[in-house]
Structure formats: structure tokens, C-alpha cells
């Protein structure tokens, strides 16, 4: 069985640090895409990552050079390294396998920014 | 980047009636190469993450029930519910996957009348 288990978030200060995990279970992540998603209370969704099977990494605009995706393949484990965190990045943190369409969703992470 | 709309943000239909809502992306999510449609609607629950109902704009994913239905190609794309059930009440969306950044529509709150 296909199975996401996300850990990590919380509350940090604007200008802070966190990093989430994502731990896959009844697949690889090596050969699939994995990505993030995020969802600011009461909003809609939001793409914000992708790592590719390749290894090849893409951003949103809106967090390009403050997130960073990266993956264990060892532990088959995907991450998502946020730094210079903003009020406006408080949202709930969605890790899922991408193949194509998101077929497989993490419970998700409430990562909320505020002083 | 691909706009996705969704039309309407909201509807309430009645237990047992059809539910359409409507996606019209910015620019084509058809890829010539393969015919296929890199289309998908989802479903959100409060609380819960989203569940993929549909893929390639008209392939039901596993487990999900036939009342559910997608079409259309190019940029127009319907999901319907062909017969309202108590549960079906959420958020859906539908998302683009044909280019980086993937997009998705704005949402519609489906409710029971």
C-alpha cells in the first residue's frame, strides 16, 4: 500500500528555519516524482515543488531561492528545506507522489510564520 | 504560466441530482504526441488532504465511484456528478500537470440544497 507520512512544521519566527519530511512507504522514491503542495488557511491549493525521478528540481516563483527539495533514496525520504520563512508562507504543507497526476497525498503539515 | 478557472466558486444541489463544474485553462494541457489531456480533478474534505478523482482529464482513479465523471480536451473541462450524494460534499479542484508550474483552479464548494 502506497503511504505518505509526513513530520515536521510548527511555529517559527519570519526570517526562520524548518525543514519538513516526507516518508514514503509501498514505492521508491527514486523512480517516481515527488512534490509539494501548499494551502494558506482557508485557500486554495498552491504547487510549490517538484523533484523529478531524474533528480532535476523545480520551484514556484514564489519560493525559489528560500526552498530547496531534496531526497533520501537510501531511506526513501523527500524533504522540503524552508529558509528565510515570511508571514505569507504560513500554510499547510503537502507532500505527494506525482506521477503525472498527484496520486498519493501526506497528511499534511501546518508550518505557520508568525512573530 | 497556465491559469485554470473553475466556474462556478460555489453550487448546492440537491441529494440525488447532477452536479457540473467547469474548468477552462489559460492555453491547451492537450500534448500532441501522446493525444492525451495532462488534466486532473481532485477532491478535498475538510480537514483531509485532496483525493485524485480524475486523471488525464477522463480516467477514474481506483475506488473512486462512477457517479464521477470527467471530460472535455484542449482547454474546456467538465466534472460531473451524475447523482449527489451526502458525502460528496467538499472542495473540488481541478490542476494542470502539461507544464511547470503545475496550476490549479480556484476551487468549487459543492453543498447539499
Known amino acids: 500500500e502506497v503511504q505518505l507520512v509526513q513530520s515536521g512544521g510548527g511555529l517559527i519566527q519570519p526570517g526562520g528555519s524548518l525543514r519538513l519530511s516526507c516518508a514514503a512507504s509501498?514505492?521508491?522514491?527514486?523512480?517516481?516524482?515527488m512534490t509539494w503542495v501548499r494551502q494558506a488557511p482557508g485557500k486554495g491549493l498552491e504547487w510549490v515543488s517538484v523533484i523529478y525521478s531524474s533528480g532535476t528540481t523545480y520551484y514556484a516563483d514564489s519560493v525559489r531561492g528560500r526552498f530547496f527539495i531534496s531526497r533520501d533514496t537510501s531511506r526513501d525520504m523527500a524533504y522540503l528545506q524552508m529558509n528565510s520563512l515570511r508571514v505569507e508562507d504560513t500554510a499547510v504543507y503537502y507532500c505527494?507522489?506525482?506521477?503525472?497526476?498527484?496520486?498519493?497525498w501526506g497528511q499534511g503539515s501546518l508550518v505557520t510564520v508568525s512573530s | 504560466d497556465i491559469v485554470m478557472t473553475q466556474s462556478p466558486d460555489s453550487l448546492a444541489v440537491s441529494l440525488g441530482e447532477r452536479a457540473t463544474i467547469d474548468c477552462k485553462s489559460s492555453?491547451?494541457?492537450?500534448?500532441?504526441?501522446?493525444?492525451?489531456?495532462?488534466f486532473a480533478w481532485y477532491q478535498q474534505k475538510p480537514g483531509q488532504p485532496p483525493r485524485l478523482l480524475i486523471y488525464w482529464a477522463s480516467t477514474r482513479e481506483v475506488g473512486v465511484p462512477d457517479r464521477f465523471s470527467g471530460s472535455g480536451s484542449g482547454t474546456d473541462f467538465t466534472l460531473t456528478i451524475s447523482s449527489l450524494q451526502a458525502e460528496d460534499v467538499a472542495v473540488y479542484y481541478c490542476?494542470?500537470?502539461?507544464?511547470?508550474?503545475?496550476?490549479f483552479g480556484q476551487g468549487t464548494k459543492v453543498e447539499i440544497k
Open positions: 505527494a507522489r506525482a506521477e503525472g497526476p498527484l496520486d498519493h
Open positions: 509501498g514505492f521508491t522514491v527514486s523512480t517516481n516524482y
Open positions: 490542476q494542470q500537470y502539461y507544464d511547470i508550474p503545475w496550476t
Open positions: 492555453q491547451s494541457v492537450l500534448y500532441s504526441s501522446n493525444n492525451k489531456n495532462y
